[in-house]
């Protein structure tokens, strides 16, 4: 985002594009040339008029400007995975510890710029580290930009670096203080964004088990999450302080109104790809087919149409339904994998999945009007579902139609136990269970959809 600056510190290159109107002689006296040419070109009242227009127009800029940061300020943007503005590292070790979790890896670290890490001091590294899954004491441990090492050259390269057997790499050499001689796989990720590069996330395992490339995909995209958040976050601060600026310029609003507008129409793209891969990399480990969810998700969009919901309505169903079962990526993958009896304590943590998937949701701002219609989906329309046991109408709309887009998808896939239902046995098992299991109403709805 580093652009050539006027002596005013305005942009050069944002005259023409960032103005609110087309008009170049405003652009000239945003641009503060307006005193010398004014003097030779037109006269003092067309220069008046001018420079009352631009203060009208500075002023509307900064309610615009107001609005957007009030909107997209911190506790919206930097609450990827629990993430939000503490005055201590304590959150960045439950970011590190959640994605170790997620992963089943054996450590997680995360470095970032000096200019984005908190109390680092005059002495501090170009690369601090500020969470670790490892320990909690990590002072002074990072990098200089200049020195040689995987962390740095992920950074400057923007390159992922992906160490299959660390004892035959020439390239990684330990940070005994994280207990990296222990290290057999290497995993670093660069926290970037379409401006700049925030940090570096590393994962660790300590034999030369791999992470899947739904894994690595997923934590690349939530790392470019976390740095356009961060991105973000910062140029709203920046902006807060040119609110209140009285000798702020109105090229300078402009330029940082239309760098905000970038970076939320960047942070909306990022948020639907992870919730996406997010959904894929769950049915990766409950060992369903990669499309799964997205037929669950489909067809409980297609419901939600075809009974006239709105569209915001119908995309939060629609994300509840990719993300139903997101708790079942905090579960072990042996787990899903058994095909013995489960333990009591198996057992639990895969019943209790939609709270641990709440929790997950909880830390995810962008995403807290669907956590309803996930922690209901299980309830029944008699009462006697979970968690609360919720009854009919009670129950969210859009739990229902997940839950019956669920059971649908589910009865028309084979299982281990028994065959595929073709569509028309499938509506009959789902009818019977109406005002049982689920909405009537929805049943109806869902048989004429199929029956067309």
């Known amino acids: 985002m580093s652009k050539k600056k006027t002596e005013t510190g305005i942009s050069v290159f944002s005259r023409s594009e960032n103005l609110l109107e087309a008009d170049p002689i405003e652009e000239i006296f945003a641009l503060n040339l307006g005193d010398f040419l004014s003097e030779h070109l037109i006269s003092k009242e067309l220069a008046q008029k001018i420079e009352r227009k631009n203060e009208d127009k500075t002023l509307s800029l900064k309610k615009q400007l107001k609005e957007l940061v009030s909107i997209y300020s911190i506790n919206n943007t930097l609450s990827i995975l629990g993430f939000s503005n503490k005055d201590d590292y304590i959150i960045f070790n439950?970011?590190?510890?959640?994605?170790?979790?997620?992963?089943?890896?054996d450590a997680c670290h995360i470095f970032l710029s000096k200019d984005n890490a908190l109390y680092t001091g005059k002495k501090a590294k170009d690369l601090v580290l500020v969470g670790s899954s490892f320990r909690?004491?990590?002072?002074?441990?990072?990098?200089?930009?200049?020195?040689?090492?995987?962390?740095?050259?992920?950074?400057?390269?923007?390159?992922?670096?992906?160490i299959k057997d660390c004892s035959k790499s020439k390239k990684f050499t330990p940070i005994k203080k994280l207990g990296e001689e222990k290290v057999k796989y290497f995993l670093a990720i660069p926290m970037h964004n379409n401006y700049k590069t925030v940090g570096v996330l590393v994962i660790e395992n300590y034999t030369t088990k791999k992470i899947s490339e739904e894994f690595i995909e997923l934590i690349k995209i939530t790392t470019?999450?976390?740095?356009?958040?961060?991105?973000?976050?910062?140029?709203?601060?920046?902006?807060?302080?040119?609110?209140?600026?009285?000798?702020?310029?109105?090229?300078?609003?402009?330029?940082?109104?239309?760098?905000?507008?970038?970076?939320?129409?960047?942070?909306?793209?990022?948020?639907?790809?992870?919730?996406?891969?997010?959904?894929?990399?769950?049915?990766?480990k409950s060992r369903f087919s990669l499309s799964h969810s997205i037929e669950v998700a489909g067809l409980a969009k297609e419901i939600a149409a075809f009974i006239g919901l709105n569209e915001k309505t119908k995309d939060l169903i629609y994300y509840a339904a990719l993300l139903r079962n997101i708790g079942k990526i905090t579960?072990?993958?042996?787990?899903?994998?058994?095909?013995?009896?489960?333990?009591?304590?198996?057992?639990?943590?895969?019943?209790?999945?939609?709270?641990?998937?709440?929790?997950?949701?909880?830390?995810?701002?962008?995403?807290?009007?669907?956590?309803?219609?996930?922690?209901?989906?299980?309830?029944?329309?008699?009462?006697?579902?979970?968690?609360?046991?919720l009854k009919g109408n009670s129950i969210p709309l859009g739990a229902r139609i997940v839950a019956l887009s669920d059971a649908y998808c589910a009865l028309t896939v084979a299982r281990p136990y028994r065959t595929a239902a073709d569509k028309d046995k499938a509506l009959e098992i789902l009818q019977s269970e109406a005002k049982i299991k689920w909405d009537p109403e929805l049943v109806n709805a869902l048989i004429q959809l199929k029956k067309g």
């Open 94 to 105: 439950a970011i590190a510890k959640t994605v170790k979790q997620m992963l089943e890896a």
């Open 136 to 162: 909690q004491d990590f002072e002074n441990i990072g990098f200089n930009l200049d020195e040689k090492s995987v962390i740095t050259t992920c950074f400057n390269k923007k390159e992922i670096v992906n």
């Open 224 to 284: 470019r999450l976390f740095a356009t958040s961060l991105s973000l976050e910062k140029l709203t601060q920046e902006t807060k302080q040119l609110i209140d600026d009285e000798t702020a310029h109105l090229a300078q609003l402009q330029n940082n109104r239309a760098e905000l507008t970038a970076l939320i129409a960047d942070l909306g793209v990022e948020q639907q790809m992870f919730v996406e891969n997010l959904a894929k990399a769950v049915d990766e």
């Open 331 to 389: 579960v072990p993958e042996e787990i899903f994998k058994k095909k013995g009896k489960l333990t009591k304590d198996e057992w639990d943590k895969l019943q209790n999945h939609p709270n641990v998937g709440v929790s997950i949701l909880m830390s995810i701002n962008f995403m807290a009007e669907v956590i309803p219609y996930i922690n209901y989906h299980k309830e029944r329309w008699d009462g006697k579902g979970e968690p609360e046991g």
